[in-house]
Structures are given as C-alpha cells and as structure tokens.
C-alpha cells in the first residue's frame, strides 16, 4: 500500500502527459515462504507478468503457512490487506463475507475446463480460482493386497463398507503391521475436516445443513452421522488405528512398512513410489452414499480494498495458463487444474503414477461447506473428531458439536450477508 | 521518611510519568477494551457492527445447574430397568436439548454426576469445557506451586555447598529457562512420544522392561501429569536462583550458633533456615502462581488441549475462541474471569502471607 | 580412625557429585538431543529418536541441516531483528522502569500509591487476552517521522518495541531493591543540594548492577521469544523475528534435522552469551530475589 502511494504521488507529480504510462504496483500475499520450490515458481510468474505488460507491476510478500490465516486477519483488522491474496478454498466464504474479499471478475470460458474444486464459488459468485486442486486416496501396495488377497477397488467400484472393514481386519490379523490404517491424526488443525468429513458424508452426515446452512441438527446428529461416529470410533478401539500419532509416524510410517493403508493426499505420493515402486492409490471406500473425499486447495483472490481490481485479475488470469498450472504440478506433486496441463506432466499425464488423482478429484471430490461459518465448524468437527477418536460418548459429543455450531450461526445472525 | 526532601510532585511525575503513560496506552487501554468487548458481540471477522449484549457472554460461559433425575417407573409404577438390571434413568439430552419443560437446562451438558437415592443427580453447566478448563488450571497451580517451589530449594540447598565445579552444575541447572518454551515443548513433545521415545525408552532401560510404556501425551490420565513435568524442567532452575540468593543472606553466625548449640541437620533447616527465607519463599510463591494461571504455550504446541479436554485451560481457551473460532467477545470474557479469579488469589495470598506483627 | 572418617569424606564427596550429575543429566539431555540431531538427516534423526543413539553424535553426521536452514529462510535477518528490537527494549525498558522505580521508592508525590497499585494490578493481565485491542490499537497510532505523520504502526520496528519497554513485572523489581538501600544516602545527597535526577544517576544507579542484569534478563528472554505479536504486526519479511521464521520450517512433511538446525541456531547464543554473563546473572538474580 505504501507503494500504491508513492506512485499515486509520483503520478501527480509527473502530472500531465505521462499518465497513460504510468505503472501500477499491486501487492501480492501468498503462504509459501519456506518452501523454496514454491517461491521460485511464484516468483516465475510474478516476473513473466511484469515483463509482459507495462500497466501493473506485482510485488510478492510470503509468509510461513502455518501463520498465513492469522496474519491475513490482523492485516484485515488494521486495514493493510493487498491487492491480490491467496486463500485456502473452504476459508474464502469467511473472508468475502466479511468484506476481505471481492468478486474475481475474469472469462469464465478461461475456467471452463477447471477441476470443480477449483472454482471458489460464494453466493452465485466466483470469488477464487485455483491452479491446482489437491485430493486424497488410500494408499498401500499391490504386494500388501495380494498377500491379503484383496480386491483391487476401482473408480467405478470402489470397497463397500464391508470390504474395507476386512481389508483392515485382515492387515490386523496379519501381524505384519504397528496398526492397519495411518489415518494422520498427527496433522491437527484443517486435515481433519478435510481428510475425514468426507466419511461422514459418504455415511449420509455432514457438518451442518447444506440446505439452509441455518444449522447442523440433524445433520451432525442424526442417525447417520452416530453411524459415522460409531464406525470412527471403533476404528480406535478396535486397533485398526492410533488416536494419536507422533508427526514423524505420519511422514515416515507408511515408508517404514509401518501401516497396511495410509489415507494421505496427492502432495505425499511421490515419496510413498520413492519408498515402495509397487505403491498403489485407490478411492475412498463407499458408505452407502457414494465415496467421497475433500477438495479445493489453495486459490487466488482480488482482496475487497483493492483500487485496482482489473489489475489483480488481469494478474490472475495470467497465472491461470497451462504452462503455469503444470510448473506447480511438477514442482510441488499437485493435481494441475486442467486436463490439458495434466497432459504437460508426467505424473499426471495419462498413464502417469499420479494420473489416478486427477481422475479422484474430479469424481470423487466434495467441497466443505460453502459457508462464512465454516471456519469455526471446522474447529468444532475436528475436536468431534479427536474425542470421539479418544472413547467420548458418540451421541452426546456430536450433540454437544451442533449446540456450539448452531450457537454460532445464532450469533453471527445466521451468516446474512451485509 | 516523608521528610521535605522527599516530597516533590514535580519529580515524581516525571520520572514516572513515561512507565505509567506507556503502561496506560499499552496495557491498560487495551485490558478496557477486552472489557468492553465482553460486553457485546464483537466478533474478531464479521461485516456486521458488534452490538451490546449485557451479560449473556459470561452466562454462556459459567451458567450452571442442578438436575435430579428420577428412573422411569411403568404404568404401575414399578422401577424400569435396563439390559444391566440398573434403573433406567429417563435420556438427559431429550431434557437438556430444546424440551419447552426445562427452558432454564437448554443448551447445558452434564459436567459431572452423582447417584442419589434411586435416581442420580447431574451437575450441568452451560460451557463443560470451560468448566473443564478452570478447574485443570487450578490443578496446574496447585500442583505446579508447591511442587516447583520445593524442588527449586531443594536445588538450592544442593548448589549451596563449596564444592569444586559447582558453578557448571548451577549453570547446567539454570540452562532450561534461558531457552523459549515454545522450543522447550517441541522438543519434549519428542522425548515423550508414545510408544519409542526418548523417556519409554530410558524408563524401560532402568526398569529392566518392567515399566510399560506410556503414550504420554496421549492418555487423558498422564497428558497434563507430563505437561506439569516439562514446565517444572524449564522453569525450576529460575526460582533455584532466587532460593539460593535468600539462602545466602543468612547470617553465617546463626549456623555456627546452630552448630554450638548440637542442632541437627533438620534442626538447623527448621529453625534457622527456614525462618530466613519467608521473604523470598512469598516471591516464589507469588510469581510461580501468576505464572501457572497463564499456562498456554505448552498446551497450544503439545496437545491442543486434548486428549478428552484433559489439558484445557484457561488462557488456552480465551486464545482458541478469540483467534481460532473468531469470537473475541467469549475469548474476552474469558480474560476478564482470569483477571478476577488471579486477583483474587493474590489477594488471599497476600492475606495469608502478611506479616504477623 | 583418621583413614576411615577420610574414606567416608571420599564417599560423601563421589554421592554429592554422582547426584549433582544425575541431575544435571536431566536438565541437559533435551538440548543435548537438540543440538546432536541437528546434525543429523531427518530420516536418521527420527529413527535414531527410538533409542539412545537420539543423544549420540553417531551416523551420518554433517553441518547439512544448517546450511539447508539457511537456504530456505533468511536466518541472518531473522536473528539480526530478534537481536535489535530485543536489545533496544532491554535499554530502553531499564531506563524508563528503573526512573519510575526510583520515583516510587523514594520521591513523595500525589498519585503514587495509587498509580503503583495499578501498575501492580497489570502484572495479572497475561498478554495474549489484550493482544487484539492492541493491535487494532497499534494500526491507528500516529507516528512523525522523516516523511511526516503517518497513521499505523504495522509493518515496523517501533510497533515491537514501544508496547514493551514499560511493564509492570520490571517496575516491580526495581522498588523492590530501591526500597531496600540505604536511606541515609538519598537524604544525604538531598541536603547536599544534589538534583533528584543526580540522584537517580549518580547514587542510586551505580548501585544497581545486580537489578539492572535481574531485568535485563527477564525482559531479553521474554522478548527474544516473542511469537503472537510479530505475527499479528510483521507483513513483511523484512520485520520479522525469529519465532516467526520458525514457522517457515513447519512444511507439510517436515524436515526435522532443518528445525533442529534452527532451533540450535537460535537457542545456542543465548545459552553462550548467559554461560558467559552466567556468573553476574546468578549473583545478580541472588541478590535481588531476596527482597519479595
């Protein structure tokens, strides 16, 4: 913003004539510092944009992701957001709802062909879009199903409930295993939501009332979701998996022949062919009502304060080219939004190790509630989760989970837009 | 001492003026603030106007009720019992969730429960975990007090002797609390992983296997034991100083009069030693206090609270509701309930410490 | 007779020092683990973590972590700001604490009590819980500068300095060892005709060695680990500390030997620079704690 002002001076100062030509600078907030693939990519893109056009120049700060969230609300808080963020896809309804955010005008024939989980819709809206999608399977090798003498579960046929209780049950009895399933109940925080509500909603539950988004009773508390929760819980007791797992466990476990099956994203696959060349990723087991598993990952957005809204999206048009799409898939392992830039690289590209990801997202993928409220149902759904993990009442703890949910729509004025 | 030489308005102020100007606009202005936050709606995200709501914020937070539950009887009035042959009690949720009958329980959760004649009677509270929350704080002070206040002299005592090198074990002992908690409970979050880490590993070496091995952090009944170990570790070694620092301004002619008269060892602690260090033991006593009330580091990097709410407290709870779940005005009513439960602590302390004239 | 009381002495003396050590163990053993795994590759560090190999410089032992560290965050700079806004709070906060001190102690002035209880009253408020007024506080304070009054202090050093140098923790121990130095002296120098601010430099301050190093102490670590407030106040790089570049090594699938790296980078100077100050800090923190 600072910047902003010394060209707006600098424009005056100038005065007439030069005005045309003068260059824009739009500010850039983004979550990868630390992670130098990343950076470099970015950074990339940033440099071909400003090279390509004279009106705008972007400028690029990173932050730590782990304090992404925070630091984009204390920026909020004291007015010095920048022109162009970018935003985890189930936090995007929060943040347009609050005034962070505007719609993103740009072509929707650019997108047309773009995941489903990358298109950050809110209220009719496209308000984010995302470059990259990420998705979830269960991982294992073909060596571990044939000595269980598995079936090897497809898109089309993915494991019933039953199939995949004796597939654990099998791992179990076998010995060979510390536990069965490696859940990644080390990575507390937005995983949980993420990696487990879609057994609740293949169960038939979900966190709140897609409907109305007005409540989760019923929802969160109806026979369905004591089914969801009664089969999480025996997962635990029954020894399948740890309710808690030391972080190492979940980084090295699978590679170490730890577990049988480990329920972990596209962005840790590459490492499990690294450690075993006859890993296999299969689709998330069928509940009763159809399988399922999370999507959007992290997408871009014009921020509301923007004075140069056309500026942001003219960036993020840019960035949205196949080229672009394929360097993040190569450099950090993620599903590259279109089919055409997955064609660009080869793990996804058809036949490629990681294509069956692409195929999952796009099938199997279900988005976390599109609700401003969903970032506090997270945090209710995700201590649901560990309690229920660690032997609560299943019936009272998801009651408990619907009172605190609802108490916060209650407060918040059902989440009515301004 | 009031003397004219020490009466000067004009100094006073001065001097003091910037540590109280500073202190009012960053501490107190904001503590008023919070105050006022508590008051309303304030949400830490929102497009809409934050709007004064009087007290529901601390209703919400420490409402409380009693509740006797009779068991269900049959039309003719004979006890019902249920597959375990016990009385069957009527279900607390159809009672305590939208039943027109018990307006006053809606929304509420057992906290804790007792039997009582046939029946059983059920505390419940509006927010159990907060409830939950208060009293794990008040364990982590009443445990962590006395016990790292004792450890610390006996550290003291220990150190306090002429012995060559003893400075390397004084500094050795001093160590931990120069470095960051944060640090401190990454590490320690290592050492006490469930199944192989570092601690199993040394408890099984020692006991020849005949320890089993704990998951630490994992297990309700051992997370906060584990957490008031690690914070004792870091922080021992501080208030070994400040006992050691008392313990050095005895008079050596009370010991050698001590030693005249056939004192023994705990003779000599009992009734020349102790009595020289009341005034450091109410410092240690009143800042391991202050200090224990606001446990929140270790908790956010090693457990979140969990496992089953077993290491919730109360800072950590104003952080998760004003930052996490965005609503500042509970997290800000969690403040002021701090406050009020600190101080009055310390008054009391204060009250129990006076000097007995 | 004499060769046995002089066994039983060598006895005594080899328990004293077995105890000393065995405690010593403990308090060492994690930072010993710290700095040995930071040599270590992840892979081995976790591996080793099951056993006692964690405390032994054994395996695949390489500076590697370090160097890793320093490619993927500006470790320089992180160190470099933490060591500035620490420093100048320490000078500044013993300059403004130790005056209000002196003024509390020893100068009659209206106001004073109450203004002391209240001050003693904030020692209570921890400061997480008053982190978000202050900082929507901070973002609307002026500040004159070189180019004019400009309105927030986000994104600066000053907005993780000022807030600090005044508290009432510092305050507290400085009346404390005022109150307990001689009288006498202060009346002296007054009939003498010497200035209260003469005083407060010439009598009072040479004889504060030990408070002054008790607070520097206390208020150094305190801000050497500051967390939440960069977060909320630091956008850009450039003003960041170093808990803050922390989180720049807690990446999906962690790389522990790095943090161990860092970790050891950061808590390392401080251990030296306290084992090197170790005998003035535990003589100074001794002769003050006494007087609660």
Known sequence: MKHLKWSVAAVALIGWGSLASATETLTMWYHGAGNEVESKIINQVIADFNASQTDYAVE???????????????????????????????????????????????????????????????NGKLYSIGLWDAAIALVTRQSTLDALSLRTPTLEQPWTAEEFEAALKAAKDSGKFKYALDLGMAWKGEWYPYAFSPFLQSFGGDIVDRSTYASAEGALNGEAAVAWGNWWQHLFTEGY????????????????????????????????????????????????????????????????????????????????????????????G?????????????????????????????????????????????????????????GADVAATLDAAVDEIDADIAKNNGYAAQ | MASKFTQSNRTGWLMAGPAIALILAFVIAPFFLAVGFSFTNQRLVSPHPAEFTGLSNYRQLLGLGVLHLDPLTDAAGAVVLDDQGQPKLPELRKITRKNPDYPQFDGMREWFSWSSGEGRTYVLARDVVFMTAIVNTFIFVLVVAPLQGGLALGLALLINQRLRGINVFRAIYFMPVVVSIVVVSLLWSFIYNQNDGILNNILSAISFGAIPRIDWLGNPSTAMGAIIFMSVWQAVGFHMVIWLSGLQTISPTLYEAGAIEGASKWQTFRYITWPGLRNTAVLVLVVITMQAFGLFSQIDVMTKGGPLDSTQTIVFQAIQRGYGKQDISAGSAISVILFVIVLSVSLIQRYLTREKV | MAQISQDNRGLRLVVRYTVLCLIAAIFSFPLIFMVISSLKPSQQLLADAHSFRAL?????????????????????????????????????????????AFAFAFVKWKGRDLALTVILATLIVPFETIAIPLLLEASKLPWIGLDGITWGWLNSYRVQIVPFIADGLTIYLFVQYFKDLPGELIEAARVEGASWFAIYRRVVMPLSGPVLATAAILKFLVMYNQYLWPIMVTQEEQYRPVMVGLQYFFQLNRAWGEIMAYLSLITVPVLAFYLYLQKAFIASIASTGVKG
């Open chain 1, 334 to 390: 993620l599903i590259p939004a279109t089919p055409s830039a997955a064609a660009m690289v080869d793990n996804y590209k058809d036949g490629g190790p990681l294509s069956v990801f692409f195929g999952l997202s796009n099938a199997q993928g279900v988005l976390r509630p599109v609700t401003p409220g969903y970032v506090v149902q997270a945090k209710v759904f995700e201590k649901a989760a560990n309690d229920i993990a660690h």
């Open chain 1, 60 to 122: 690029l700060q990173s932050f730590p992701q782990a304090a992404y969230n925070d630091s984009v609300t204390a920026g909020a808080l004291a007015g010095n957001l920048p022109d162009i963020l970018d935003v985890d896809g189930p936090n995007m309804p929060n943040w347009a709802w609050a005034g962070y955010m505007q719609p993103l005008a740009i072509d929707e024939s650019k997108i047309a062909n773009f995941l489903p989980g990358t298109k950050g819709m809110y």
């Open chain 1, 241 to 332: 998996a740890q309710a808690d797992q030391d972080g190492a466990d979940r980084d090295n476990g699978f590679g170490a022949g730890d577990y049988a099956f480990s329920w972990n994203g596209n962005w840790a696959a590459l490492g499990a062919l690294k450690a075993f060349d006859d890993t296999v990723f299969l689709p998330a087991p069928d509940f009763g009502n159809g399988p399922k598993i999370g999507a959007a990952s992290w997408q871009f957005g014009v921020s509301a304060k923007s004075a140069h809204p056309e500026g942001a999206a003219k960036f993020i048009e840019f960035a949205l080219q196949d080229k672009y799409l394929a360097d993040f898939s190569n450099g950090i």
């Open chain 3, 56 to 100: 032994l410089p054994v395996g695949d032992i390489s500076l590697n972590n370090y160097f890793d560290a320093f490619k993927r965050a500006p470790v320089a700079l992180f160190v470099f700001n933490s060591v500035l806004v620490t420093g100048v709070t320490v000078i500044a906060s013993l300059a403004v604490c130790s005056a209000a």
